[in-house]
């Protein structure tokens, strides 16, 4: 199969974007150190001290450890042991962060004891366990070859996010501009997460391939992806949205009775999928450990409320660090409406996933992690590019973009809060 001038430069500058990243991480730890602790949040005082990760075995491996933190000790823990990992850390169904029932307990010996991984979907992990057996030709330790793995994994789908967002935007941005579209997602400030142990990799790279599919009506594909996507984050569900927009514009249920049957089966493909996840066993304890030890909720409005006016109030008090990460936070939620707005009329399938997406994660409870969230809005991106056809924006983009992304990807590469 020939490979188009568009697609190979897409190839060329994702391995090099992978070379640079990798690279500049373990890099930036030989030329200097931060101080200690993050005070960037009133949490973070106290989880990121020099002692911190010592009792989080998956985080303290040398090897790439610079790609690994916070949240990559779940997905390498039920990458090696499964869900039931008995060094993984857990809680007791009692849990409260009032200090009478702030405490862990042990999988081994507790019977009312539930992992935190539990919290955290599996497919990213299931697919990097499975790599892991061709990288122990290497001859790592078990955390070490997981690391690799799992790396590589989040780079793949970095990549198939990438192709997936040309496949998309070309018929309208032309070939350029989709190249540029591809390149704005992987530049973006929260963009490094797609090369590290993180979920973002697999889950944007599944979720963009459902929605290039479904642009190209590949209504079978569409619907496997979708389907695969909500085993990676439960936002995968939302893809019903798009499917759905683009089953009405086309008036299914005038077509012949097969199509109409393929069509409505793949609307419904992330909602069964959804359904199927919540009958496992995983299900219970997801909802948990979010609620217990997270403060995550499915669309808690009232209490988002409150904690997004907290952290507009912090934006005019004194703490200088604060006022940097919350004012990425609400400019990325800014950004992330304005651009589905703008595309609304061209794709409203798109603009209303995204939007999906946003509301989805701003109304979660806690207010954090938005500008690793809307890396799923497809339509950030896109409007980007479009603007990006005036060279003066996008070398300005490009250079404010890149910018923020080695703060977020320095501050991560040494276990301070990014996202």
């Avoid at 497919?123 to 790599?131: F, K, P």
């Avoid at 393929?262 to 996840?277: D, K, R």
Wanted: one cysteine or more; glycine letters at 6%; charged letters at 15%.
């Amino acid at each position: 199969m020939k490979i188009s001038p568009a697609v190979r430069n897409i190839l060329i500058i994702w391995l090099a974007w992978a070379t640079i990243m990798i690279g500049f991480q373990q890099w930036i730890g030989t030329r200097f150190d931060l101080k200690r602790p993050d005070k960037v949040l009133q949490w973070t005082e106290t989880e990121t001290t020099s002692r911190s990760q010592n009792d989080k075995p998956y985080l303290m491996e040398p090897f790439l450890n610079q790609h690994v933190s916070w949240d990559s000790e779940y997905y390498l823990s039920i990458a090696l042991a499964g869900y039931n990992d008995p060094i993984a850390r857990a809680i007791p169904s009692d849990f409260g962060w009032e200090p009478m029932r702030n405490r862990y307990c042990d999988l081994t010996i507790e019977e009312d004891c539930i992992a935190l991984s539990h919290a955290f979907f599996p497919l990213y992990s299931w697919i990097t366990g499975i790599l892991i057996f061709p990288f122990k030709i290497f001859g790592l330790s078990n955390i070490a070859t997981a690391t690799m793995a799992a790396v590589f994994v989040s780079l793949l789908g970095a990549l198939c996010g990438m192709v997936s967002l040309y496949a998309m935007s070309k018929n309208s941005l032309g070939e350029e501009g989709a190249v540029r579209c591809a390149y704005y997602f992987l530049i973006f400030p929260s963009g490094f997460f797609l090369a590290q142990v993180y979920t973002e990799g697999v889950f944007i790279g599944i979720t963009f391939a459902s929605l290039a599919f479904l642009t190209h009506r590949k209504w079978v594909w569409a619907a496997v992806f979708a389907a695969l996507a909500v085993w990676a984050r439960p936002g995968g569900a939302l893809l019903v949205i798009p499917l759905g927009v683009i089953w009405f514009m086309e008036r299914t249920w005038e077509k012949p009775s097969r199509q109409q049957f393929i069509h409505s089966g793949a609307v419904f493909a992330p909602v069964l999928s959804y359904f199927v996840w919540t009958i496992t066993p995983l299900a219970e304890k997801f909802f948990q450990v979010e609620s217990l030890y997270f403060g995550r909720h499915l669309l808690a409005v009232e209490s988002s409320i409150a904690a997004w006016g907290t952290a507009f109030q912090s934006l005019l008090q004194n703490n200088n660090q604060t006022k940097f990460y919350y004012a990425l936070e609400f400019a990325s939620v800014i950004l992330a409406i304005t651009a589905c707005v703008l595309l609304y009329r061209e794709r409203p399938e798109l603009a209303l996933f995204g939007l999906a997406m946003t509301i989805f994660a701003f109304t979660s409870g806690s207010a954090q992690g938005m500008i690793r969230y809307v890396l799923v809005v497809p339509a950030i991106f896109w409007v980007l590019a479009r603007w990006g056809k005036n060279q003066a924006f996008d070398r300005s983009w490009t250079l404010l973009s890149i910018l923020l992304m080695g703060v977020e990807v320095m501050l991560f590469s040494f276990d301070f809060w990014v996202a």
